[in-house]
């Protein structure tokens, strides 16, 4: 069984500044890539940053210069330090890892439940 979970969601008024975690648990052999999406109420889902596992990072055009994503790779754990936020960066924030897990004996894209960010004008 894996479990992916975030926290670090809050409210912050423009400006602010927040930090996201996320971190695997379970029968996890490796992961490849790990990812921070967010969905705005009546919007879809859109890529915020990902990372690989050797530390290769992309990011929104949106977030650029304001995000960061790191990784520690000994805790499977991925993070979102979001700076200078926007009331437009109001969203659910949604962790996502590519994941060899025993149990499956394959990769597979795990989720976890989201957390609310809300940015205050």
């Known amino acids: 069984q894996v479990q992916v979970v975030e926290s670090g969601g809050g409210s912050v008024q423009a400006g602010g500044s927040l930090r996201l975690s996320c971190t695997a648990s379970g029968s996890i052999i490796g992961i490849n890539s790990m990812g921070w999406y967010r969905q705005a109420p009546g919007k879809q889902r859109e890529l915020v940053a990902t990372?690989?596992?050797?530390?290769?990072?992309t990011y929104a055009d949106s977030v650029k210069d304001r995000f960061k994503v790191s990784r520690d790779n000994a805790r499977n754990t991925v993070y979102l330090q979001m700076s200078t936020l926007k009331p437009e960066d109001t969203a659910v924030y949604y962790c996502?890892?590519?994941?060899?897990?025993?149990?499956?004996?394959?990769?597979?894209?795990?989720w976890g439940q989201g957390t609310q960010v809300t940015v205050s004008s």
């Open positions: 990372i690989t596992g050797g530390g290769t990072t």
């Open positions: 996502n890892a590519e994941i060899y897990s025993l149990s499956r004996t394959a990769w597979r894209i795990y």
